[in-house]
């Protein structure tokens, strides 16, 4: 059965540092997804990505967060100088359309900002 | 808040019993999906309902819509030790984003 994969599986690194967090989405799915979850937290929308460009980001998703379909197949999120607060679990989705597919998500990035 | 907030917020039971997972929300949906998540692991997803839907099914789960009640219920019958993870209701308030709840943690006692 397909599935989202991502790595790395663990990320650390110095604060004001950059990171790039690397998915594949399932091949036939159109519509990608990144989320994040705070240890103890909920688990909360970043941004959603269509036909190359963002079509929805939520306020967490500022400036020093950055998407990308390089090519045909990846699928990343940049966070250009992370911070102590950016230490979360990052989650990668896909789906086949918007609305009323499910959204399926990968095993994570637990990124750990020093 | 807009999120799905689940009910209870843990849940124990022994092996073989049913367990009955209830998320409320304040606006109008367009589905509601379920999510299961082993401790650490990514979500997995289980059911989604579409917002003219009352029940869906799918082995042992079965999710009930009440849109009048803004509520959604998850039913685990015959639970099984491999059940024990947290369930999250995650709604689709538009097009794509997820709003997700802070989700119930089932634990299923052999």
């Known amino acids: 059965e397909p599935e989202v994969t991502q790595t790395p599986s663990h990320q650390v690194t110095q604060m004001g540092q950059e990171v790039i967090l690397r998915c594949v989405p399932i091949s036939n799915h159109l519509y990608f997804y990144w989320y994040r979850q705070i240890l103890g937290q909920k688990v909360e929308f970043l941004v959603s990505?269509?036909?190359?460009?963002?079509?929805?980001k939520s306020e967490i998703f500022d400036d020093q967060f950055s998407v990308e379909r390089p090519d045909g197949s990846n699928f990343t999120l940049k966070i250009r100088s992370t911070k102590l607060e950016d230490s979360a679990m990052y989650f990668c989705a896909s789906s086949r359309t918007s609305g009323e597919s499910p959204q399926f998500f990968g095993p994570g990035t637990r990124l750990t900002v020093l | 808040s807009q999120q799905g907030e689940e009910d209870p917020q843990a849940l124990s039971i022994q092996e073989g019993e049913n367990a009955t997972m209830n998320c409320s929300y304040k606006t109008s949906i367009n589905n509601l999906q379920w999510y299961r998540q082993n401790s650490g692991r990514g979500l997995v997803h289980l059911i989604l309902i579409r917002s003219n839907e009352r029940e869906k099914h799918s082995g042992r789960l079965r999710v009930t819509l009440d849109t009048s009640k803004k509520s959604s219920s998850l039913l685990i019958t015959a639970s099984r030790a491999a059940d024990t993870a947290s369930y999250f209701c995650?709604?689709?308030?538009?097009?794509?984003?997820?709003?997700f709840g802070q989700g119930t943690r089932l634990t299923i006692n052999p």
């Open positions: 995650a709604r689709g308030p538009g097009a794509q984003k997820l709003v």
């Open positions: 990505f269509y036909n190359n460009e963002i079509s929805e």
